[in-house]
């Protein structure tokens, strides 16, 4: 990521305080950049007016792709690679393909969604992760806002903000 | 709390359902052939459809209760309902059992004694295929599972008044929970060898007893979730949102996987290994009954699997309802295919031996005619006859469950 984002946060102690935060953030039509809690928090999606992920959309098409991979594949070698009749059974035996098409099925669309997760979330090994603050991993709920592109009475509006709603501590970085 | 009114429109539609059954039994026995092999297969495919719903019911209560399931307490009196089906359903299976001491009728190769005298296999398993020991399953076993449901059932209404704090009554009730769980599930297995298996009396499947199992459980899922739509309809339960039907659309849909993961071992093993005796089964199944043998899987498996594999058709009663009333008869349809098959082969052999002109009549029924479909109407019409009389005797909400607050606060997305 060549843009390196400014980015102003506050601390909550508590998840509750968050929600509220949220919502307060919502009502003020302030744009949230994102928001970081050590645990998945009940009710965020709503209170943040998330749409419903997409990343179930991948998995489904990766399943697919993992299903004719396997049946193609079988397929292939059964019928024209490499035919061999055994126990009797036909050259295109489908039925005892299903248990290895169903493997292979299961383990495209699990580990496509993972790479589909990493992707979007600018994760994966040897990445350096920007982290806001170490604390938001273990007990700190984090609202941040991107004010790369913000005057000073905006940003002195987004302190009040976070004072307001109880905000045990408010810090800007440059990510 | 609200109490559910039996309305008389709804007495008159199951009334309707039921005299329709009765009518189309009545025809059946009339038109069958000498052994009334249609008019007591169609018994026993119902019978053992409704009893084995009602079983079930009371099963997945149970393992509610004892992995302190709360989501469902809302409603937990449909199910209860559900359960108290038992006891007609029971009296049924013990007709057909005493049919098999009495002898009126054949639907059992084992219990065919000119049959039996010239069949090494068979006499080999007449130590457990004999009418004594089915007897015994229907009542003992049937008695026991009736008596832990009235247990459960009086309890829970024992609650509404006396709950409290300490939970008493609710320890009560789990330790009956703890009881059904073993006991209903080996129990079943037995009965269903009996009920079902032994129709074809040569054959025998060790995941039987499960695939009958998760079948009823797939049926069972389907009509609460039909009870629970029309009584929201209706105006109760207003605090039933879509996160229960998500949940109850969730067991739907993982339930008939688990089904089709079961007949699929089933079916691929003994494709696989492809033994004489084994194949049997499905040899005649593919032969004669294809249709129902191919519409079984698409309407068990992959009607569900392709509708419910989203998340919002879960959460919409349009969808559920579609799927449900699919999966039912579809379930059905798997009951006439275990049954059919095994009843049709008995018949035809008592009759070759004993009445060659009416085994010369005798002609496989494939696809079930409207006279099963008309008793399948009947039975349901008593089923939601007994479950509507059963809701009405009590407050449809228990007020006192411990897990109240939290069903009333569910949330699954």
Same mark, same amino acid.
């Given at each position: 990521?060549?843009?390196?984002?400014?980015?102003?946060?506050?601390?909550?102690?508590?998840?509750?305080?968050?929600?509220?935060?949220?919502?307060?953030?919502?009502?003020?039509?302030?744009?949230?950049?994102?928001?970081?809690?050590?645990?998945?928090?009940?009710?965020?999606?709503?209170?943040?007016?998330?749409?419903?992920?997409?990343?179930?959309?991948?998995?489904?098409?990766?399943?697919?792709?993992?299903?004719? $991979?396997?049946?193609?594949?079988?397929?292939?070698?059964?019928?024209?690679?490499?035919?061999?009749?055994?126990?009797?059974?036909?050259?295109?035996?489908?039925?005892?393909?299903?248990?290895?098409?169903?493997?292979?099925?299961?383990?495209?669309?699990?580990?496509?969604?993972?790479?589909?997760?990493? $992707?979007?979330?600018?994760?994966?090994?040897?990445?350096?992760?920007?982290?806001?603050?170490?604390?938001?991993?273990?007990?700190?709920?984090?609202?941040?806002?991107?004010?790369?592109?913000?005057?000073?009475?905006?940003?002195?509006?987004?302190?009040?903000?976070?004072?307001?709603?109880?905000?045990?501590?408010?810090?800007?970085?440059?990510? | 709390? @609200?109490?559910?009114?039996?309305?008389?429109?709804?007495?008159?539609?199951?009334?309707?359902? +039921?005299?329709?059954?009765?009518?189309?039994?009545?025809?059946?026995?009339?038109?069958?052939?000498?052994?009334?092999?249609?008019?007591?297969?169609?018994?026993?495919? &119902?019978?053992?459809?409704?009893?084995?719903?009602?079983?079930?019911?009371?099963?997945?209560?149970?393992?509610?209760?004892?992995?302190?399931?709360?989501?469902?307490? @809302?409603? /937990?009196?449909?199910?209860?309902?559900?359960? +108290?089906?038992?006891?007609?359903?029971?009296?049924?299976?013990?007709?057909?059992?005493?049919?098999?001491?009495?002898?009126?009728?054949?639907?059992?190769? #084992?219990?065919?004694?000119?049959?039996?005298?010239?069949? %090494?296999?068979? @006499?080999?398993?007449?130590?457990?295929?004999?009418?004594?020991?089915?007897?015994?399953?229907?009542? %003992?076993?049937?008695?026991?599972?009736?008596? %832990?449901?009235?247990?459960?059932?009086?309890?829970?209404?024992?609650?509404?008044?006396?709950?409290?704090?300490?939970?008493?009554?609710?320890?009560?009730?789990? *330790?009956?929970?703890?009881? +059904?769980?073993?006991?209903?599930?080996?129990?079943?297995?037995?009965?269903?060898?009996?009920?079902?298996?032994?129709?074809?009396?040569?054959?025998?499947?060790?995941?039987?007893?499960?695939?009958?199992?998760?079948? #009823?459980?797939?049926?069972?899922?389907?009509?609460?979730?039909?009870?629970?739509? =029309?009584?929201?309809?209706?105006?109760? =339960?207003?605090?039933?949102?879509?996160?229960?039907?998500?949940?109850?659309?969730?067991?739907?849909?993982?339930?008939?996987?688990?089904?089709? =993961?079961?007949?699929?071992?089933?079916?691929?093993?003994?494709?696989?290994?492809?033994?004489?005796?084994?194949? !049997?089964?499905? @040899?005649?199944?593919?032969?004669?009954?294809? %249709?129902?043998?191919?519409?079984?899987?698409?309407?068990?498996?992959?009607?569900?699997?392709? !509708?419910?594999?989203? &998340?919002?058709?879960?959460? /919409?009663?349009?969808?559920?309802?579609? *799927?449900?009333?699919?999966?039912?008869?579809?379930?059905?349809?798997?009951?006439?295919? +275990?049954?059919?098959?095994?009843?049709?082969?008995?018949?035809?052999?008592?009759?070759?031996?004993? &009445?060659?002109?009416?085994?010369?009549?005798?002609?496989?029924?494939?696809?079930?005619?409207?006279?099963?479909?008309? !008793?399948?109407?009947?039975?349901?019409?008593?089923?939601?006859?007994?479950?509507?009389?059963?809701?009405? /005797?009590?407050?449809? !909400?228990?007020? /006192?469950?411990?897990?109240?607050?939290?069903?009333?606060?569910?949330?699954?997305?």
């Amino acid at each position: 990521m060549a843009n390196s984002k400014n980015v102003l946060f506050g601390l909550y102690n508590d998840d509750d305080i968050l929600i509220d935060a949220i919502k307060a953030a919502r009502n003020q039509k302030l744009d949230i950049m994102d928001v970081f809690t050590p645990f998945p928090v009940h009710g965020l999606d709503p209170a943040l007016g998330l749409a419903e992920s997409r990343i179930h959309i991948a998995g489904f098409v990766f399943g697919l792709i993992g299903f004719i $991979t396997a049946m193609g594949f079988m397929s292939w070698i059964s019928v024209s690679d490499w035919p061999i009749i055994y126990g009797g059974k036909p050259y295109w035996p489908v039925l005892s393909f299903i248990p290895i098409t169903f493997e292979l099925t299961v383990l495209f669309s699990a580990v496509g969604m993972v790479i589909v997760f990493f $992707t979007i979330c600018g994760l994966g090994p040897g990445v350096t992760a920007k982290v806001l603050d170490p604390r938001i991993t273990d007990d700190m709920f984090c609202i941040a806002f991107d004010v790369s592109n913000m005057e000073e009475n905006e940003k002195a509006g987004l302190q009040k903000f976070f004072e307001e709603t109880g905000a045990s501590e408010i810090n800007q970085k440059t990510i | 709390m @609200q109490s559910f009114s039996f309305a008389s429109g709804e007495r008159k539609f199951f009334g309707i359902c +039921m005299i329709i059954g009765v009518i189309s039994l009545i025809i059946t026995y009339l038109t069958d052939d000498p052994l009334n092999s249609r008019f007591w297969s169609s018994i026993l495919i &119902n019978a053992s459809f409704f009893t084995g719903i009602a079983f079930i019911t009371l099963f997945f209560y149970a393992a509610k209760i004892l992995t302190y399931a709360g989501w469902h307490a @809302q409603f /937990k009196r449909v199910m209860e309902s559900f359960y +108290m089906f038992l006891g007609i359903g029971l009296i049924f299976m013990v007709v057909i059992g005493l049919g098999t001491v009495f002898g009126f009728h054949s639907l059992y190769e #084992w219990n065919n004694e000119m049959l039996v005298a010239t069949d %090494v296999i068979i @006499q080999n398993k007449s130590a457990f295929l004999n009418p004594m020991w089915y007897m015994f399953a229907t009542v %003992v076993f049937g008695a026991s599972w009736f008596f %832990v449901a009235r247990q459960l059932r009086t309890l829970s209404l024992k609650e509404d008044k006396e709950g409290d704090i300490e939970f008493r009554v609710h320890k009560r009730m789990k *330790v009956w929970a703890a009881i +059904m769980l073993p006991l209903g599930g080996f129990t079943s297995a037995a009965a269903i060898w009996l009920w079902l298996m032994s129709l074809d009396a040569h054959w025998y499947s060790t995941l039987y007893g499960w695939y009958t199992g998760s079948s #009823w459980l797939v049926a069972s899922v389907a009509f609460l979730i039909l009870t629970i739509i =029309y009584l929201k309809e209706r105006g109760y =339960y207003p605090k039933v949102t879509d996160e229960h039907f998500h949940d109850l659309g969730k067991y739907l849909f993982a339930f008939s996987v688990f089904w089709a =993961y079961l007949w699929f071992s089933q079916y691929m093993l003994i494709w696989y290994a492809n033994i004489g005796e084994a194949t !049997v089964y499905y @040899q005649t199944r593919l032969e004669h009954y294809s %249709v129902i043998f191919y519409a079984n899987i698409a309407i068990n498996f992959l009607l569900p699997f392709f !509708v419910l594999l989203r &998340n919002d058709t879960k959460r /919409k009663k349009g969808t559920l309802i579609f *799927v449900s009333i699919f999966v039912i008869i579809g379930h059905w349809l798997d009951k006439f295919l +275990m049954v059919m098959p095994g009843v049709d082969y008995t018949t035809n052999k008592i009759l070759s031996a004993t &009445n060659p002109e009416a085994a010369a009549e005798f002609s496989r029924l494939t696809i079930p005619g409207f006279l099963e479909i008309g !008793v399948f109407i009947g039975f349901i019409g008593l089923f939601g006859y007994i479950v509507f009389t059963s809701l009405s /005797k009590a407050p449809l !909400v228990a007020t /006192k469950d411990p897990y109240l607050e939290e069903s009333l606060h569910h949330h699954v997305v």
